[in-house]
């Protein structure tokens, strides 16, 4: 009989911890499925964050590392400088990556660190409960802004991809989402891309993922998927930003 569809060897058996209707799961099936697909599992080395995502280590089946809030490009800096032969990635959430982790963010693509990034943009903090996140929209309410994000007193929303595709250490920059079966596809084949980048040793990749949050944006599943499309995309365009592996063809 033929195999219309197997779990990929790149995600153990241990069930996730998310809420129902969150697409972390299915960014995790796509990095998995794309290690898989370009035979780099076997080496491969995962950073995994502080927040929804901090239990990672025990979903990829490849050698994962913890690192503290926000340092995950600092520890794979460090990683893939002892082990440059290995493929090593993180994957992050906004206010990991986009607050407190900033910095490492930023000056790992200034200095073209040879890493792959998995950036999750959800647009709040998921795992503390709900507050307002670097990413969370003008408007927006969190617990934080519980009458809405105002750029007067809460500043503008940061977009991520715009900015680090200024840095000549970027090598491969895009934003995807996952909302339904055309842009899931998409998305895992810019998150091949951006391990291809790695392969060929061009320098830093990231790709931003605008993902759902249903328990904390107070929503069904089927309502934040919907939000994402109308509200995310106007705000963060989807699209590649910076592409050396383009520029190399």
Known sequence: MAVVFQKTKGLTDTPFHYCPGCTHGIVHRLV???????GVLDKAIGVAPVGCAVFAYEYFNCDMQEAAHGRAPAVATGIKRVHPYKIVFT????????????????????RGENITVIFINNAIYGMTGGQMAPTSLIGQ?????????????????IKMCEMLSTLEGAAYIERVSVYDVKHVLNAKKAIKNAFKAQINKKGFS???V?????TNWGMSPNEALKWIKDKMEQYYPLGVYKNTLEEEK
């Open 32 to 38: 998995a499925e794309a290690m898989e697909e370009l």
């Open 91 to 110: 994957y992050q959430g906004d206010g990991d990556l986009a607050a407190i982790g900033t910095a490492e963010t930023v000056h790992a693509a200034a």
């Open 141 to 157: 309410e969190t617990l934080t802004t519980p009458y809405g994000r105002k750029p007067e007193t809460n500043g503008y929303p």
């Open 206 to 208: 990231m790709i931003e």
């Open 210 to 214: 605008l993902s759902s949050c249903p």
